[in-house]
Nanobody, 121 residues
Framework: QVQLVESGGGLVQAGGSLRLSCVAS????????MGWSRQAPGQEREFVAA????????KYADSVKGRFTISIDNAKNMMYLQMNSLKPEDTAVYYC??????????????WGQGTQVTVSS
């Protein structure tokens, strides 16, 4: 059973920062690629960022490159998404995602319950 629990969402002004956290078991972090996806109202879920368990491979959506950073702390069994220079268009429910490969993040695998991020202009 893969369980993923997100936290860290909230309301922030444009230009601000938030850090999302996802707790997963050590087995999950070592067995799956991990990542974040998001879904804005009326839109389909989209890929945001992905990382492998050894943290030597990452991938970002073009819309967040240079602003978001994904990381894993294996000692704490945590994955993070540091979001800087937030824009109103980043407003969405953000989901922690575990999948067999980095290319599967955003389209399959296991999902957390989501955490709301709202960026005001």
């Amino acid at each position: 059973q893969v369980q993923l629990v997100e936290s860290g969402g909230g309301l922030v002004q444009a230009g601000g920062s938030l850090r999302l956290s996802c707790v997963a078991s050590r087995r999950t972090l070592r067995s799956y690629a991990m990542g974040w996806s998001r879904q804005a109202p009326g839109q389909e879920r989209e890929f945001v960022a992905a990382i492998n368990w050894s943290s030597d491979s990452t991938k970002y959506a073009d819309s967040v490159k240079g602003r978001f950073t994904i990381s894993i702390d294996n000692a704490k069994n945590m994955m993070y998404l540091q979001m800087n220079s937030l824009k109103p268009e980043d407003t969405a429910v953000y989901y922690c995602n575990a999948a067999f490969g980095i290319r599967d993040i955003g389209s399959g695998g296991y999902w957390g319950q989501g955490t709301q991020v709202t960026v005001s202009s």
